[in-house]
């Protein structure tokens, strides 16, 4: 069984930053980063393999956020750039044996922590 633990969201002025983490109790593979808002289906948002060689983003926050890995902390980020408030949501990590961009993919799941942009 793996346990997920996201950190990092907060509050953010729109144009601002911020880096969500998510540290994995023990090794992972392929994780993901989905996020969701009230009343809307889980929305996927970035993915990264094992190694890192391989990503995939929405098209909505292509070129503005990057998702990486250090597999020595079993940890992964999402780097968040330009930052708009239609990105407020509760960011989710999910874990897996094979990258996808659907929720079917990913077996493990964490909490979640909250993203604000205001405007």
């Known amino acids: 069984q793996v346990q997920l633990v996201e950190s990092g969201g907060g509050l953010v002025q729109a144009g601002g930053s911020l880096r969500l983490s998510c540290a994995a109790s023990?090794?992972?593979?392929?994780m993901g980063w989905f996020r969701q808002t009230p009343g809307k289906e889980r929305e996927f948002v970035a993915a990264?393999?094992?190694?890192?060689?391989?990503?995939y983003y929405a098209d909505s926050v292509k070129g503005r956020f990057t998702i990486s890995r250090d597999n020595a902390k079993n940890t992964v980020y999402l780097q968040m750039n330009s930052l708009k408030p239609e990105d407020t949501a509760v960011y989710v990590c999910?874990?897996?044996?094979?990258?996808?961009?659907?929720?079917?993919?990913?077996?493990?799941w964490g909490q979640g922590t909250q993203v604000t942009v205001s405007s």
């Open positions: 999910a874990a897996g044996w094979v990258i996808g961009t659907t929720k079917g993919s990913y077996p493990y």
């Open positions: 023990g090794r992972t593979f392929s």
């Open positions: 990264i393999n094992w190694s890192g060689g391989t990503t």
